[in-house]
C-alpha cells in the first residue's frame, strides 16, 4: 500500500507501507476452506459423469420406449411410430456415447439442462422448477416436526435412564427408523385411507387442489397442507426416531463431562443445566446430520410421492426411470447431487463454526 511516513524530523517520505499480513489461523481457515469447496466440485463433477453412464446402462431407450408405446396404444406401424419419434426427440441414442457426453457436459457449463424426452418442448429446468418446490415443502416441514422432538424425546430418554419412559421410547424409535419410509407410506394408505377412512385418498392427491388459484392467502396454505399431509407423516414417522436415539446418546455422554459436574457444584438449578450447559452441547452433533439430512429430500421422496400421489420431484423422478427420460434423470440427480454435496459443505462449516475444536484439531493434523 502505498503512502506517506511522518518522521520524527517532520519530513514526509513516500514509500510503501507494508499491510499487515493475515494470522494463521485466518490463512489456515481459508486454505480449509478451497479444500472443502474444491473436493465439493470435484464430487460433483464424478457423480455426474457416473449418472450419466449409469442411466444409460438401463434397459431399452426413450425412443425405443416410445415406439412400442405407440405401436400397443394406436397400432401404429414401426416405421411411422419411428419417424413420429425422430421428430419430436432431440435425442438421438445411436448417436456415439462419448459425443453424447461431451455435448451433455458443454451444455451443463451453459446452464442447459436439455429438453424432457416424455414432454418435448419442455426444459429440464422447468420441470425442476415445477415440482421441486413442493417436496422441499413436505419433506422440509416433516424434518423440522421431526428433528424438535426427537431434541426432547432424547433428552427426557437421558434423563429418565433405565425408566420404563426410556424403554418404551427407545424401543419405539428403534422400530421407527427400522421401518423404510415406503412401507410405512403403504401402511398408512392401508389403516388411515381404507380401513378406518379418516383420510379421503382422492381428494388429496396431487400437490394442491385443481382449479385452486396459488396464493399467499390462508385457503391456499390450508390446501396445501392437506395435500401434504400423509406425505408429511410418513417422513417424520420415519425419521423422529432416529433424532431421538441420537440426541439420547448424545445427552447421555454430555451428562458425564466435568463442566456439568462443576455446574451441579456450584448449586445451579437443573433447569439452567439443562438448557444451557446439556442441552446446548448434546445437540451440536444433530445440527450437522440436520444439514446433511435435507440434502437428500429428493432421493427420500420417491417413492412415498408415487404411492400417496403427491406430485413433487420424485413423483416426477419415478415417471422419468419408467419412461428412460434421460435429461431429466441426469437434471435430476444433479439437483441431488449439489444439495448433498451442499449440505455437507455447509455442515462442516457450521459444525466448525459452532464446536472450534473441530479446527484446531484439524490443524494440528495439518
Known amino acids: 500500500m502505498s503512502g506517506a511516513v511522518d ?6 517520505i513516500e ?51 416410445f415406439i412400442q408405446t405407440q405401436i400397443a396404444q394406436t397400432g401404429m406401424s414401426y416405421q411411422d411410430a419411428a419417424a413420429q419419434a425422430k421428430n419430436l426427440f432431440s435425442l438421438d441414442p445411436d448417436e456415439p456415447l462419448i459425443q453424447q457426453y461431451f455435448t451433455y457436459m458443454l451444455n451443463l457449463l451453459r446452464g442447459d439442462f436439455g429438453n424432457s424426452v416424455l414432454s418435448p418442448g419442455t426444459t429440464v429446468a422447468q420441470v425442476i422448477k415445477t415440482y421441486l418446490p413442493w417436496t422441499l415443502f413436505s419433506v422440509g416441514v416433516a424434518t423440522i416436526i421431526a428433528f424438535a422432538i426427537g431434541i426432547v424425546a432424547g433428552m427426557i430418554m437421558a434423563y429418565r435412564r433405565e425408566s420404563w419412559i426410556d424403554h418404551t421410547l427407545s424401543a419405539l424409535g428403534s422400530l421407527l427408523h427400522a ?34 388459484e396459488p396464493s399467499f392467502s390462508l385457503s391456499f396454505l390450508n390446501d396445501i397442507f392437506y395435500h401434504a399431509t400423509l406425505p408429511i407423516l410418513a417422513y417424520t414417522l420415519t425419521t423422529v426416531g ?15 463431562e466435568d463442566y456439568v459436574t462443576v455446574a451441579r457444584a456450584r448449586g445451579l438449578k437443573d433447569s439452567r443445566i439443562r438448557t444451557g450447559y446439556v442441552g446446548r452441547n448434546a445437540v451440536l452433533p ?56 451442499a449440505a455437507n459443505l455447509i455442515a462442516d462449516v457450521l459444525y466448525s463454526r459452532l464446536d472450534p475444536r473441530i479446527r484446531v484439531g484439524a490443524k494440528a493434523k495439518g
Open 15 to 65: 514509500g510503501l507501507v507494508e499491510e499487515p499480513r493475515p494470522s494463521p489461523v485466518k490463512r489456515f481457515v481459508q486454505a480449509w476452506l478451497v479444500r472443502r469447496i474444491a473436493k465439493a466440485v470435484l464430487t460433483v463433477f464424478i457423480v455426474t459423469t457416473g449418472t450419466f453412464f449409469l442411466v444409460r446402462l438401463l434397459p431399452g431407450n426413450p425412443v425405443d420406449t
Open 286 to 341: 444433530l445440527f450437522s446430520a440436520l444439514a446433511v439430512s435435507l440434502g437428500f429430500v429428493v432421493g427420500g421422496s420417491i417413492f412415498v410421492e408415487r404411492i400417496f400421489g403427491y406430485q413433487g420431484i420424485g413423483f416426477i423422478l419415478f415417471n422419468a426411470v419408467n419412461g428412460r427420460d434421460y435429461p431429466v434423470l441426469q437434471g435430476i440427480f444433479l439437483v441431488l447431487t449439489i444439495s448433498v454435496v
Open 179 to 212: 421401518i423404510p419410509n415406503y412401507i410405512l407410506a403403504i401402511l398408512i394408505v392401508v389403516f388411515l385411507g381404507v380401513k378406518l377412512q379418516v383420510f379421503n385418498l382422492t381428494e388429496a392427491r396431487g400437490s394442491y387442489t385443481p382449479g385452486v
Open 7 to 12: 518522521t520524527p524530523s517532520g519530513k514526509l
Open 242 to 256: 432416529s433424532w431421538a436415539l441420537v440426541m439420547k446418546s448424545s445427552t447421555v455422554e454430555t451428562l458425564g
